[in-house]
Nanobody, 125 residues
Framework: QLQVVESGGGLVQPGGSLRLSCATS????????IGWFRQAPGKEREGVSC????????FYTDSVKGRFTISRDNAKNTVYLQINNLKPEDTAVYYC??????????????????WGQGTQVTVSS
């Protein structure tokens, strides 16, 4: 059974860092693209980053470039999202999602068909 489970969220002061984890089971990161999304209260769920299965190439939405880093550990079946220099506007529930795709990934939520339950990130002093 395919599952993705997020962890690592919490309350952080502005300027702090977090590393979110997306633990997967029932799939191979060599065959599945993984995306990270976030949803703030009252806003649409937006894609922030994704990683391509074939070569690990990464993609980011413009607003997080330079602060967010997606990576994966295929041996652990886990994808990470390192977030540095956190800002209050990063406050959201962060989700990871998976789709069977080798040669592409997407920041569109419609592209993914397996979702986790999310992990809350709150940035506040």
């Amino acid at each position: 059974q395919l599952q993705v489970v997020e962890s690592g969220g919490g309350l952080v002061q502005p300027g702090g860092s977090l590393r979110l984890s997306c633990a997967t089971s029932g799939l191979s990161l060599d065959l599945y693209a993984i995306g990270w999304f976030r949803q703030a209260p009252g806003k649409e769920r937006e894609g922030v980053s994704c990683i391509r299965a074939s070569d690990g190439r990464t993609f980011y939405t413009d607003s997080v470039k330079g602060r967010f880093t997606i990576s994966r550990d295929n041996a652990k079946n886990t994808v990470y999202l390192q977030i540095n220099n956190l800002k209050p506007e990063d406050t959201a529930v962060y989700y990871c999602a998976a789709v069977a795709s080798v040669g592409a990934c997407s920041l569109s939520k419609r592209w993914y068909d397996h979702w986790g339950q999310g992990t809350q990130v709150t940035v506040s002093s």
